[in-house]
């Protein structure tokens, strides 16, 4: 399994990789700090774009094998787990990248075991009983729940504790620089074994309704969760003294939880035009929507990178004092999130006909849809990944609240919009309330930071 940093020793994908990093290394090369992150997130993005053409080849042959009515079910269900596997580990992925690097700085080698052992076990036991009562509940509500979604409910609550553990892992990695051992199991080998699974499903001759979807999608994240786990624990045994472990499970909690509000409102706001698009209009329109949304999702992948590589630093500056270098490595964030993503916006706006056609022609019918989305993606990628400087430096709790405004908004004018103008209202919903957290999340870096966040004009206030 393909999960450390190793260079594959085949000799064509080897070849292409090795050439589109001596392309990105022209672009992202120097040393220092900010040289450093670009290469981080130029790694990241890469994993990332390798990810989105898996995905968008998996989803475009699900779809076809499927048929829109399975095809909208299963977006559904496996929407509902990648929303509640991302909140189930308390926030725990991401305040890894804050308690790691302070337990190292402090010495504090006891805290440290405890953390990459305690953290994952912490997630897994919590997220499996959680699993057990949420399908407790699709028991309980099955006579309202259509019947060809209850099967694939019930998959989707046994995927939850492998991805919640994945999450954890992920952060772990991060906060080590290991970004692909983050990030390739979850974005890369499980993409592989859904077309994989799925693939062979249809060519034996199976019914690939949305069940069959979801059994191979539950293999998938279990698969290239261990794997990853395997890889990492071999790692850690290299890199962490043996000796003994100190669990401050309380300590960790206070700092991941208000972390988990931010998240989860965030969450919260990317799939709640989808789930409430659901309950309003048809499968096939929710199949046309997501497509959308897969299209479109370059953008984001954007931010996430520039997110994944910057958060343990920022917490690095503000604890030094060094004011001058956390604003300037700020900016530096900032101007690399906003005018990549301006740039794949408009690439994705030029081909999205042909782009959507590959679902099946049927999905065409979404093109206009991208333009009201990408206003949206475009204006929040203005300030880069603002959240995750307000988080590293304490002011989780007022993040935590311009994200569950941002999402309050999201769902009354999607419900308001989504049942007079279906997709094109809730894509509307979604860009208006990405432009209020926008304006918000500014203001409040302002007032409480003193930092210019805006891409046009940086310079520290």
């Known amino acids: 399994m393909a999960v450390t940093d190793a260079h594959s020793p085949s000799p064509h994908p ?15 090369g120097g040393s220092g700090e900010a040289s450093l992150t670009k290469r981080l997130a ?14 968008y080849l998996s989803q475009i042959l699900l779809a076809r094998w499927m048929g829109g009515s399975d095809y909208g079910v299963y977006v559904y269900v496996w929407t509902w787990v990648l929303l509640l596997g991302s909140m189930m580990d ?24 405890g953390f990459l052992s305690g953290s994952r076990w912490m997630t897994f036991i919590v997220s499996s009983v959680v699993s057990a009562l949420l399908a407790g509940i699709v028991k309980i509500s099955s006579p309202w729940i259509e019947p060809g979604t209850v099967v694939p ?24 620089d290991w970004m692909r051992l983050g990030l390739m199991p979850q974005f890369v080998v499980r993409q592989s074994l859904i077309i994989g699974f799925t693939a062979g499903a249809f060519a034996l001759g199976f019914n690939l309704g949305a069940t069959a979807a979801m059994l191979a999608s539950a293999a998938a994240v279990w698969i290239a969760m261990i794997g990853q786990m395997i890889v990492m624990n071999r790692r850690l045994h290299d890199t962490v003294e043996a000796g003994p472990k100190a669990f401050d499970f309380r300590g960790w909690l206070a700092v991941s939880l208000p972390i988990l509000m931010v998240e989860g409102f965030y969450l919260l706001l990317s799939y709640t035009d989808v789930l409430l698009l659901q309950q309003f209009r048809s499968s096939e329109e929710v199949g046309v929507y997501f497509a959308v949304v897969k299209t479109l ?28 270098r956390l604003s300037a490595y700020v900016a530096h964030a900032i101007q690399w999130t906003f005018w990549p993503s301006v740039a794949a916006t408009a690439a994705l706006l030029a081909f999205g006909k042909p782009l959507l056609w590959l679902f099946g022609p049927q999905f065409v019918a979404g093109y206009d849809i991208m333009f009201i989305a990408a206003i949206g993606l475009v204006v929040r990628s203005a300030i880069g990944p603002v959240e995750r400087l307000l988080n590293m430096l304490g002011h989780q709790h007022i993040c935590s609240l311009a994200y569950a405004s941002a999402f309050v908004i999201n769902v009354v004018l999607c419900v308001i919009l989504i049942p007079r103008f279906g997709g094109h209202g809730a894509a ?13 999340l500014f203001w409040i870096v302002r007032r409480r930071l003193g930092l210019h966040v805006l891409a046009f004009g940086m310079r520290s206030a």
């Open 90 to 113: 308390f926030g725990i992925s991401v305040s890894a990248q804050k308690l790691i690097p302070e337990y190292r700085a402090s010495g504090e080698h006891d805290l440290l075991r």
């Open 428 to 440: 509307a919903a979604t860009s208006l309330a990405l432009v209020f957290e926008t304006v918000l």
């Open 42 to 55: 130029g790694t990241i993005f890469i994993i990332r774009i390798v990810s989105a053409a898996m995905a």
């Open 297 to 324: 999702a370059l953008v984001s992948f954007i931010h996430y990178a520039m997110s994944a590589t910057t958060a343990h630093r920022f917490a690095e500056y503000h604890a030094t004092g060094d004011r001058a």
């Open 153 to 176: 409910l019930y998959i989707g609550c046994l995927t939850l504790p492998a991805f919640v553990v994945a999450n954890t892992q992920d952060g772990i990695a991060r906060a080590h």
């Open 14 to 28: 080897a070849g292409a990789f090795a050439r589109l990093r001596a392309m990105l290394g022209r672009v992202l």
